[in-house]
């Protein structure tokens, strides 16, 4: 796909986007001051995240398979995957759930080992990329757990449901992030990808969540020499 100037694709997406908010989108400060989204209207938005991902990922004036377009993709699936740790969060404090589930967590890191060895990247440090992933969620959850507790937070009257409208999207996003890893191909100690990674990370996934669970979420994708 062509890559589109911000004049023709971003703005569009973004005007789309924020029309959707005011039909159901709305944003949780919490105590810390990290922003995270909380949805009204569960589904449709939860389901849009996924698809606003894919449209931003084409909105660069990067040409497509360039070091900053590769990397701006990665770090876009993985806002998108942490978009979902919210209403997971309140589907969770309604059910008192807890927010550790390692049953699942080792089922999802076997099919990433498979998946990742089938894409030409290394099994471990795949399964280490996507506990990073489970790990910045859940630091995103505890911390809405934290706050609605002082809140003394009544349940949520339209809480989303896990299995039907949430795992669906993080299923999708699985193939999608090893396709975005395999192409850049373990380059992280590449000037330009090292580079692209700390100017693009705090520009995507700074502005709704703190340095430490950006810190997370980008920790395997550093360079180690």
């Given at each position: 796909m062509m890559a589109l100037a911000p004049s023709t694709c971003e703005f569009p997406v973004l005007v789309w986007f924020w029309r959707l908010a005011a039909q159901g989108y709305t944003r949780d400060v919490t105590s810390s001051g990290l922003r995270f989204p909380m949805l009204r209207t569960q589904a449709p938005v939860i389901a849009a995240l996924f698809a606003v991902a894919a449209l931003l990922s084409a909105c660069t004036t990067t040409p497509p398979g360039s070091p900053r377009s590769d990397v701006s993709q990665?770090?876009?699936?993985?806002?998108?995957?942490?978009?979902?740790?919210?209403?997971?969060?309140?589907?969770?404090?309604?059910?008192?759930?807890?927010?550790?589930?390692?049953?699942?967590?080792?089922?999802?890191?076997?099919?990433?080992?498979t998946r990742a060895q089938q894409a030409g990247l290394d099994g471990q440090w795949a399964r280490r990329f996507f506990q990073d992933q489970f790990d910045a969620g859940k630091i995103v959850q505890r911390d809405l757990h934290r706050q609605w507790k002082?809140?003394?937070?009544?349940?949520?009257?339209?809480?989303?449901?896990?299995?039907?409208?949430?795992?669906?999207?993080?299923?999708?996003?699985?193939?999608?992030?090893l396709?975005?890893?395999?192409?850049?191909?373990?380059?992280?100690?590449?000037p330009?990808?090292?580079?692209?990674?700390?100017?693009?990370?705090p520009e995507i996934l700074g502005a709704d969540y703190a340095p430490a669970v950006r810190e997370k979420a980008t920790e395997a994708l550093r360079c180690l020499k």
């Open positions: 990665l770090l876009s699936l993985q806002k998108t995957r942490l978009d979902v740790a919210a209403p997971v969060a309140r589907s969770k404090w309604n059910s008192h759930a807890p927010i550790d589930d390692p049953a699942r967590e080792q089922a999802i890191l076997d099919d990433v080992a002082l809140e003394q937070r009544a349940p949520f009257a339209n809480p989303p449901d896990l299995a039907r409208e949430v795992r669906p999207v993080l299923d999708r996003l699985t193939p999608e992030l396709a975005a890893l395999a192409r850049l191909k373990g380059r992280w100690c590449d330009a990808v090292a580079g692209a990674l700390d100017e693009l990370a």
